[in-house]
Each structure stands twice: as structure tokens, then as C-alpha cells.
């Protein structure tokens, strides 16, 4: 049973466009909500991150937001440039913590200069 | 530098034949972890450890065992390799507990890529 569910698999994006990556989730226990990065030959690496206690967290042109009642969270790049062409996951887990986190299956993004 | 090193970056194996991976962090992190990546299943978590001599069991860890004998290693032994262990494979590292914004950041290896024949 996949707890966490991402989409697309992949995207393709003109550069200045806006990515917007999707997560849907089971577990109503889930209380944090990181975004990974990962470019190739690369270890993942935390983009941004949401508690359930708000709906929306901007960091520059990375924005995270939350329905909770929907159980979906979504990542929104705004101004997209052909350098943040990586592998997108959304991840989830329990006690705010980096423990058990349970991934998506990754997003490919590729933006086109 | 801050980071988390693994070794070998690449091994091509054979059926049966004992390997372990290294893990070293230099950050003096208590919590460590293994995952495994693979194409279209995401990242899956094999082992982890909040602190020495004290590990668990993520969500795949058949066919993998690890220790943590020090705080700064955690290597993944995979005893008798079988070609569905081929993959790529991250080691992660963090410290304990929650910061005023969230949990501490976890910071990933670069990954070694296995190839189990």
C-alpha cells in the first residue's frame, strides 16, 4: 500500500514557467511534510518543508501547500530555470521527524531554456 | 566539510559473494539510515539508527543487516547479494529531536551504486 502518492512522474516546463508537483497521502497520523531535491549522481537533498499547523510555506520561488482536510500537499516553483531541472520527491512521516519518512515515487522536472 | 561519505560509489558483484558499504559522517549526528533507490518506487528505507548499538528495521530489510559499533559509522552488509538488491543506495544522517522550525535536516550521501549479477 503506497502511502504517499506523487504526481506526474515527469513534467516538462519552459523556463519563467511555474512547476507544480503533486502529493496525496493516507496516514491522517502524518504530521511533516519535507520536499526533496535531487540532481544526478546527487544524495537528495531538503528543498522545504510544512507542518500541518499551516498551509502554505514559501521559501524564495519554492512554495509548499497544504490541504489538510484533503490530505494533499503540492510544490509550486515559481520562475522555473532549466537549473532546477532534478528529480522532485515529497516525503512524509510521523512525530515531526526525519526517522520513518515514507517518499513519493519522485517527480522529473525539466525545464527547457 | 560537513558530509556524509559512502564507499564504493559503484561495485559490480556477483550472486552470493559478501559486501558491505561504508558509511562515515563527520558531523557527530546520533541518527543514521540506510535507503535504497529505485526507478519508479521512490526512495525506501532498509535500516536506521538513532545512536550507537541501537538499530531497526525500515520498511525493506530483508536480505540487508547493519551496525553501529561508533557513532560516526553505519555500514550496510548485504551477506549473501541476490540480483534484486541491484540498486542505487544512500545513506543518510541527522541529528535527534525537533528544532523551533521542524525536524533537523537530513543530509544525504552520494549514493552507491550496486550491481548484483
Known amino acids: 500500500q503506497q502511502q504517499v502518492k506523487q504526481s506526474p512522474q515527469s513534467l516538462i516546463v519552459q523556463k519563467g514557467g511555474i512547476s507544480i508537483i503533486n502529493c496525496a497521502y493516507e496516514?491522517?497520523?502524518?504530521?511533516?511534510f519535507p520536499w526533496y531535491q535531487q540532481f544526478p549522481g546527487k544524495g537528495p537533498a531538503l528543498l522545504i518543508a510544512i507542518r500541518p499547523d499551516v498551509s502554505e510555506k514559501k521559501e524564495g520561488r519554492f512554495t509548499i501547500s497544504f490541504n489538510k482536510s484533503a490530505k494533499q500537499f503540492s510544490l509550486h516553483i515559481m520562475d522555473s530555470q532549466p537549473g532546477d531541472s532534478a528529480t522532485y520527491f515529497c516525503a512524509a512521516s510521523i512525530g515531526g521527524s526525519n526517522y520513518k519518512l515514507t517518499f513519493g515515487k519522485g517527480t522529473l522536472l525539466t525545464v527547457n531554456p | 566539510e560537513a558530509q556524509v561519505t559512502q564507499n564504493p560509489r559503484y561495485l559490480i558483484t556477483v550472486t552470493g559473494k559478501k559486501l558491505t558499504v561504508t558509511c562515515s559522517q563527520n558531523?557527530?549526528?546520533?541518527?543514521m539510515s540506510w535507503y535504497r533507490q529505485d526507478p519508479g518506487l521512490g526512495l525506501r528505507q532498509i535500516y536506521y539508527?538513532?545512536?550507537?548499538?541501537?538499530?531497526d528495521k525500515g520498511d525493506v530489510p530483508e536480505g540487508y543487516k547493519v551496525s553501529r559499533k561508533e557513532k560516526r559509522n553505519f555500514p550496510l552488509i548485504l551477506e549473501s547479494p541476490s540480483p534484486n538488491q541491484t540498486s542505487l543506495y544512500f545513506c543518510?544522517?541527522?541529528?535527534?529531536?525537533?528544532?523551533?522550525?521542524?525536524?533537523?535536516?537530513?543530509?544525504f550521501g552520494a549514493g552507491s551504486r550496486l550491481t548484483v549479477l
Open positions: 558531523m557527530n549526528h546520533e541518527y
Open positions: 539508527s538513532m545512536n550507537v548499538e541501537v538499530t
Open positions: 543518510a544522517s541527522s541529528l535527534l529531536g525537533l528544532t523551533p522550525s521542524g525536524a533537523n535536516v537530513l543530509t
Open positions: 496516514n491522517t497520523a502524518f504530521d511533516y
